[in-house]
C-alpha cells in the first residue's frame, strides 16, 4: 500500500507531529526526526507511483492537474499565496498537484525546476510544465494546456492573477527557456487542447472554468512561432536629481526628463538609447544628454554618453566631453496604474564638466542621484 500526501493526510500527519512535539529536549528532536524522515518516505512514495503510471493514468492524473489548475482562474496572485484568496505561480502547480492529482509537488519554482523531467519541445504535452526567466534566472513557472496555451499566475504586466497565455505572445517567447515533465508521457498520442471557450483562450483572460473533457487525439501541429515583429521597451521618464553628498546645500540639485528605447527581442541583455533634457541647478546647466545603455531583465542597467549644453552659467566647459555622463539604474517592475504602466526609477551618475578657458580638471560635485518615475510601454 502506498501513501499519498493528500491535504487529508497532510493534516493527519500534522497532528501527529503536534502530538510529538509535547515531549520534552531529546525526545522532541527524535519526534521531530521521525515525522521528517516519514514525510520524506511518503512524499518519495507518491513520486514512484507517478514512473508506474501507464498511459491511461497518466492521461486521467494529467486531466485532473489541468482541472485544478483551470478552477484558480481569476485568482489574484499573491506572493506565497496558496488558496483562491490569493495565489502565486509555483503555488498553483502545487496546488493543482495535491487538489488535482493528490500527490504532493515542490513549493518553489526552483525545486520545482529540479523536480520535474525537462523535455523537448517536440515531447510536451498538457500537464506538462514550462518554464520562464523573467528576473535573469528561472523564476516562472505554468501548466502547459495544448496549442500553445498555458495557465498560470501573473505577477505582472496588463493581466495578473490566474490567466492562460499563449507562448506564442511576445513576453512569453521571449522568457520561455524550457519544457519539463511530471506524469508520464501519453504515448503514441496526445492531449488535445481545450476547445475554445473551455479554458477561457488568451483574449481578455477570461476566468471562467473549464468544463469539457480533455481527449485523446493525434498530436496537433506545433504552435506557431511568434511573429516577426521586434520586441523593444520604451519609456518615458521623470527623475529629481539630487547631490550625492553632505555638504550644507540644498539636496534638490535639478531635473530630468527624458525617453529611452531598448531592443528585447531573445535577448538576455538588452541594448538601447536614452535621450532628454536636464536641468542641473548645480552648474547650471541646460543640457541634452545622450546615452547607450546595457539592461537586464532584473531591471539593472549600466550607461555612458555625453551631453549637448544648450545653456551654462557656471564655470564650465559647453563642449562635448566624452564619458560625459556614465552610471547605473535600476527599474522597478511595472505596475498597472489605471491606463499607465509605471515604474520606479533610481541611478547613481557621474556629470562630467570640464572646467571652461583652458582650465584643468573638473568641476566638483559631480556625483548625483537621480529618482523618479517612468511610463513604461513593452510589445
Given at each position: 500500500?502506498?501513501?499519498?500526501?493528500?491535504?487529508?493526510?497532510?493534516?493527519?500527519?500534522?497532528?501527529?507531529?503536534?502530538?510529538?512535539?509535547?515531549?520534552?529536549?531529546?525526545?522532541?528532536?527524535?519526534?521531530?526526526?521521525?515525522?521528517?524522515?516519514?514525510?520524506?518516505?511518503?512524499?518519495?512514495?507518491?513520486?514512484?507511483?507517478?514512473?508506474?503510471?501507464?498511459?491511461?493514468?497518466?492521461?486521467?492524473?494529467?486531466?485532473?492537474?489541468?482541472?485544478?489548475?483551470?478552477?484558480?482562474?481569476?485568482?489574484?496572485?499573491?506572493?506565497?499565496?496558496?488558496?483562491?484568496?490569493?495565489?502565486?505561480?509555483?503555488?498553483?502547480?502545487?496546488?493543482?498537484?495535491?487538489?488535482?492529482?493528490?500527490?504532493?509537488?515542490?513549493?518553489?519554482?526552483?525545486?520545482?525546476?529540479?523536480?520535474?523531467?525537462?523535455?523537448?519541445?517536440?515531447?510536451?504535452?498538457?500537464?506538462?510544465?514550462?518554464?520562464?526567466?523573467?528576473?535573469?534566472?528561472?523564476?516562472?513557472?505554468?501548466?502547459?494546456?495544448?496549442?500553445?496555451?498555458?495557465?498560470?499566475?501573473?505577477?505582472?504586466?496588463?493581466?495578473?492573477?490566474?490567466?492562460?497565455?499563449?507562448?506564442?505572445?511576445?513576453?512569453?517567447?521571449?522568457?520561455?527557456r524550457f519544457s519539463a515533465r511530471i506524469f508520464p508521457a501519453v504515448e503514441p498520442e496526445r492531449y488535445s487542447a481545450?476547445?475554445?471557450?473551455?479554458?477561457?483562450?488568451?483574449?481578455?483572460?477570461?476566468?471562467?472554468?473549464?468544463?469539457?473533457?480533455?481527449?485523446?487525439?493525434?498530436?496537433?501541429?506545433?504552435?506557431?512561432?511568434?511573429?516577426?515583429?521586434?520586441?523593444?521597451?520604451?519609456?518615458?521618464?521623470?527623475?529629481?536629481?539630487?547631490?550625492?553628498?553632505?555638504?550644507?546645500?540644498?539636496?534638490?540639485?535639478?531635473?530630468?526628463?527624458?525617453?529611452?528605447?531598448?531592443?528585447?527581442?531573445?535577448?538576455?541583455?538588452?541594448?538601447?538609447?536614452?535621450?532628454?533634457?536636464?536641468?542641473?541647478?548645480?552648474?547650471?546647466?541646460?543640457?541634452?544628454?545622450?546615452?547607450?545603455?546595457?539592461?537586464?531583465?532584473?531591471?539593472?542597467?549600466?550607461?555612458?554618453?555625453?551631453?549637448?549644453?544648450?545653456?551654462?552659467?557656471?564655470?564650465?566647459?559647453?563642449?562635448?566631453?566624452?564619458?560625459?555622463?556614465?552610471?547605473?539604474?535600476?527599474?522597478?517592475?511595472?505596475?498597472?496604474?489605471?491606463?499607465?504602466?509605471?515604474?520606479?526609477?533610481?541611478?547613481?551618475?557621474?556629470?562630467?564638466?570640464?572646467?571652461?578657458?583652458?582650465?584643468?580638471?573638473?568641476?566638483?560635485?559631480?556625483?548625483?542621484?537621480?529618482?523618479?518615475?517612468?511610463?513604461?510601454?513593452?510589445?
Open positions: 500500500m502506498t501513501f499519498s500526501l493528500t491535504p487529508q493526510n497532510g493534516k493527519k500527519l500534522q497532528h501527529r507531529a503536534n502530538f510529538f512535539l509535547f515531549f520534552p529536549g531529546k525526545a522532541r528532536f527524535f519526534a521531530a526526526t521521525l515525522v521528517f524522515a516519514g514525510f520524506m518516505l511518503f512524499s518519495a512514495g507518491a513520486q514512484a507511483d507517478l514512473s508506474a503510471l501507464n498511459a491511461a493514468e497518466s492521461q486521467q492524473k494529467r486531466q485532473s492537474f489541468i482541472r485544478a489548475a483551470l478552477s484558480f482562474q481569476g485568482t489574484p496572485y499573491v506572493r506565497g499565496g496558496n488558496t483562491k484568496a490569493g495565489i502565486d505561480c509555483s503555488g498553483l502547480v502545487c496546488q493543482a498537484g495535491l487538489q488535482g492529482a493528490g500527490i504532493p509537488l515542490p513549493r518553489t519554482v526552483l525545486s520545482l525546476e529540479q523536480y520535474a523531467e525537462k523535455i523537448p519541445e517536440s515531447e510536451r504535452e498538457p500537464g506538462d510544465l514550462v518554464f520562464f526567466n523573467t528576473t535573469g534566472r528561472i523564476s516562472h513557472v505554468g501548466i502547459y494546456l495544448g496549442n500553445g496555451e498555458f495557465v498560470h499566475a501573473a505577477s505582472d504586466g496588463p493581466r495578473t492573477g490566474v490567466i492562460v497565455s499563449n507562448l506564442s505572445e511576445s513576453y512569453w517567447n521571449r522568457t520561455y481545450p476547445a475554445a471557450g473551455q479554458a477561457g483562450g488568451t483574449q481578455g483572460g477570461s476566468t471562467g472554468p473549464s468544463d469539457g473533457p480533455f481527449v485523446l487525439e493525434p498530436a496537433a501541429a506545433p504552435a506557431p512561432a511568434a511573429d516577426a515583429s521586434p520586441a523593444y521597451r520604451l519609456e518615458a521618464k521623470g527623475t529629481v536629481l539630487w547631490d550625492f553628498g553632505f555638504n550644507g546645500v540644498f539636496p534638490v540639485r535639478g531635473l530630468t526628463v527624458s525617453a529611452s528605447a531598448a531592443w528585447c527581442k531573445n535577448l538576455t541583455v538588452y541594448p538601447g538609447v536614452m535621450a532628454g533634457f536636464s536641468w542641473d541647478n548645480r552648474h547650471g546647466t541646460l543640457s541634452v544628454p545622450l546615452c547607450l545603455f546595457l539592461g537586464i531583465p532584473g531591471g539593472f542597467s549600466v550607461f555612458a554618453g555625453t551631453q549637448f549644453f544648450l545653456h551654462s552659467g557656471g564655470e564650465g566647459s559647453t563642449e562635448v566631453f566624452f564619458p560625459g555622463l556614465a552610471g547605473v539604474s535600476w527599474t522597478s517592475r511595472a505596475r498597472q496604474i489605471g491606463p499607465l504602466r509605471l515604474a520606479f526609477y533610481q541611478s547613481m551618475e557621474l556629470s562630467v564638466i570640464p572646467k571652461a578657458n583652458g582650465g584643468e580638471g573638473i568641476l566638483p560635485g559631480f556625483f548625483r542621484l537621480a529618482s523618479g518615475l517612468t511610463l513604461v510601454f513593452e510589445n
